[in-house]
Structure formats: structure tokens, C-alpha cells
């Protein structure tokens, strides 16, 4: 059973729009997630992280956003552009010594120009 | 400085046939893993290492073997290949201790006829 979840296939926003892509989590012993954006024959890159002790960070133009109680996350980027067009994975180490990341289903970006 | 490298990059089985996944890293991690990537599923994680002479299984190791006999080595093998492995393959590597970020290799898509 999928501990990290993303609900929405796919999205699309406008140029110059913010874009919000939502996951939620099962397991409250989550302590940190991950952001992962993947182009099309290119492997997974890293975006963005949030440690547990947080609610919010930020990096340039992306921010992400913590709420433990609801067990969410979302990554906002503003403002979008064409660039970010890209699979946007939700990602959480799973407890373990070599803390490895469970994966959620991941986010069709589409940016319109 | 490559970073994570996989071969080969495409490869088409028949059924029953067998295959050996090559992933090299030269950023000295201890941590490697292997993934695969299903349209709807995200990635999963099918075996990991977290050093060199030690594996481990993840969360759909069922058909695939793994070894590390070397540091900056993981091999991934199907011994005898079924359609349900058809699947896009990525290797990743994680500093030891360090929580979370992986770092991707550019994948390897492998059919199954």
C-alpha cells in the first residue's frame, strides 16, 4: 500500500501561474520529504526538501509547504514556466538504516506558454 | 565526472531470457538502489546496498538478484525475464548518514516480449 500519494495525474497552469501539486502521506513517523522533478530519458533530479520540524521552504521560485496534521504537502512553483514541464515525485525515507525513499504515483506538469 | 551511469540503455528480451543491469557511480557513495518506474505506480524500490559486499531487498525484489562486489558497482539481474518486467530501470546513489536526496542514473528501458 502506498504510504506517499499523489491524486492528480496531471496539470496544467498558464505561463506566469502559480502551479500547486498536492501529496499526501499515510505514516505520521515521516520526518523529512522530498521533491523529485523528472524530464522525459533523463533520470529523477532533486528540487526541493522539508524537514518535519518545518511548515514552509523555499527556494527561489519554489516552496514547500508542510501541514503534519492533515499529513500533506505541496509544492508551489511561482511563477511557472514552460521549463518546468516535468513529472513532479513526492518522495519520504522509509525508517531503516539506509533510508531509502518510498515514491509517490508523481504529477504531470504542463506549463502553457 | 560522470556521476551514476547505467547500461545499456535499451535492450529487448524474450521471455525466459536473462539480463544483467550495470549501474557505475563515481561520487564514492556508499548507498546505491535500484529502482523501476511504472506508468500510474511511480518508482519502487526493488533491491539496495548499503556498502560494498551487502544487499538488501526492497519493496519488489521478486525475479530480479543484485550484487556489489565492488564499491562503485551494482549490478541488477533478471535471470529469467517475464512481460511483467518490462519496465523503465534506474539506479541511484545516496552519502551514508545523509538523509534523503538521491542522485539518478539516466535509466534503462527494458522490454520483455
Known amino acids: 500500500d502506498q504510504q506517499v500519494k499523489q491524486n492528480s495525474p496531471s496539470l496544467s497552469v498558464q505561463e506566469g501561474r502559480i502551479s500547486i501539486l498536492n501529496c499526501d502521506y499515510t505514516?505520521?513517523?515521516?520526518?523529512?520529504f522530498l521533491w523529485y522533478k523528472k524530464y522525459p530519458a533523463e533520470g529523477p533530479t532533486f528540487l526541493i526538501s522539508?524537514?518535519?520540524?518545518?511548515d514552509k521552504n523555499e527556494d527561489g521560485r519554489f516552496t514547500v509547504f508542510l501541514n503534519k496534521s492533515a499529513k500533506h504537502l505541496s509544492l508551489h512553483i511561482v511563477p511557472s514556466q514552460p521549463g518546468d514541464s516535468a513529472v513532479y515525485f513526492c518522495?519520504?525515507?522509509?525508517?531503516?538504516?539506509?533510508?531509502?525513499?518510498?515514491f509517490g504515483s508523481g504529477t504531470q506538469l504542463t506549463v502553457l506558454p | 565526472n560522470a556521476g551514476v551511469t547505467q547500461t545499456p540503455k535499451f535492450r529487448v528480451l524474450k521471455t525466459g531470457q536473462s539480463m544483467t543491469l550495470l549501474c557505475a557511480q563515481d561520487m564514492n557513495h556508499e548507498y546505491m538502489y535500484w529502482y523501476r518506474q511504472d506508468p500510474g505506480m511511480g518508482l519502487r524500490l526493488i533491491h539496495y546496498s548499503v556498502g560494498e559486499g551487502t544487499t538488501a531487498k526492497g519493496e519488489v525484489p521478486d525475479g530480479y538478484n543484485v550484487s556489489r562486489l565492488k564499491k562503485q558497482n551494482f549490478l541488477l539481474g533478471l535471470e529469467s525475464a517475464a512481460p511483467s518486467q518490462t519496465s523503465v530501470y534506474f539506479c541511484a546513489t545516496q552519502e551514508g548518514g545523509f538523509t534523503g536526496e538521491l542522485f539518478f542514473g539516466e535509466g534503462s528501458r527494458l522490454t520483455v516480449l
Open positions: 522539508i524537514s518535519s520540524i518545518k
Open positions: 518522495a519520504a525515507p522509509i525508517s531503516g538504516s539506509a533510508r531509502q525513499l518510498t
Open positions: 505514516n505520521s513517523m515521516f520526518d523529512y
